[in-house]
T-cell receptor, first 111, second 116 residues
């Protein structure tokens, strides 16, 4: 079964808007939660990551919010730009060895 | 340039014909991993390796083999490919010297396999 559940499957946002992608997990042994960005024809690239001992991490326009009690985490993209149009994957791992990815969200930012 | 190189990038083959997808990294990374990407399923980890001669199963190892005889190479072997192994495959590497909680994996650009 899917260890990490991701939603929505696709997302359309106007330029300048906020894009929000949500993920949920069950295994409380997960200790590392990265987000990857993938452009067509390319491999995923790490965007931002968080450990469960913090509730939020911000890097530029990208923020991860982490709710340990609810076993949920989300990616917020502020001031979304057309160049952000890509597929985003959340993931979770145990001791950064074995990784479980969400099913992906296709983001389209309309100019 | 730091990179993960996969070959071939595209391959069409037939059921049962053994094939190998090579993966090489030039970053002296200890950790290497293989994933398959399928529509609606995301990326699923096949095998990973923490160092030379050390390999472990990921989430979907059935039908695949790997070896890690050299630090830079981590080939994926399909000894008897079947149509359900048609997929987009990615190799990744990472340094274990990084802060253990933040291990950016560097991915190759993928290998698209079609097995008829």
């Amino acid at each position: 079964q899917q260890q990490v559940k991701q939603s929505p499957q696709s997302l359309i946002v106007q330029k300048g808007g906020i894009s929000i992608i949500n993920c949920a997990y069950e295994n409380t042994a997960f200790d590392y939660f990265p987000w990857y960005q993938q452009f067509p024809g390319k491999g995923p690239a790490l965007l931002i990551a968080i450990r469960p001992d913090v509730s939020e991490k911000k890097e530029g326009r990208f923020t991860i919010s982490f709710n340990k009690s609810a076993k949920q985490f989300s990616l917020h993209i502020m001031d979304s730009q057309p160049g952000d149009s890509a597929t985003y994957f959340c993931a979770a791992s145990i001791v950064s060895n074995q990784f479980y990815f969400g099913t992906g969200t296709s983001l389209t930012v309309i100019p | 340039e730091a990179q993960v190189t996969q070959n071939p990038r595209y391959l069409i083959t037939v059921t049962g014909k053994k094939l190998t997808v090579t993966c090489s990294q030039n970053m002296n990374h200890e950790y290497m991993s293989w994933y398959r990407q399928d529509p609606g399923l995301g990326l699923r980890q096949i095998y990973y390796s923490m160092n030379v001669e050390v390999t472990d199963k990921g989430d979907v190892p059935e039908g695949y083999k790997v070896s890690r005889k050299e630090k830079r190479n981590f080939p994926l072997i399909l000894e008897s490919p079947s149509p359900n192994q048609t997929s987009l495959y990615f190799c990744a590497s990472a340094s274990l010297k990084w802060d253990r909680g933040y291990q950016p994996q560097h991915f190759g650009d993928g290998t698209r396999l079609s097995i008829l």
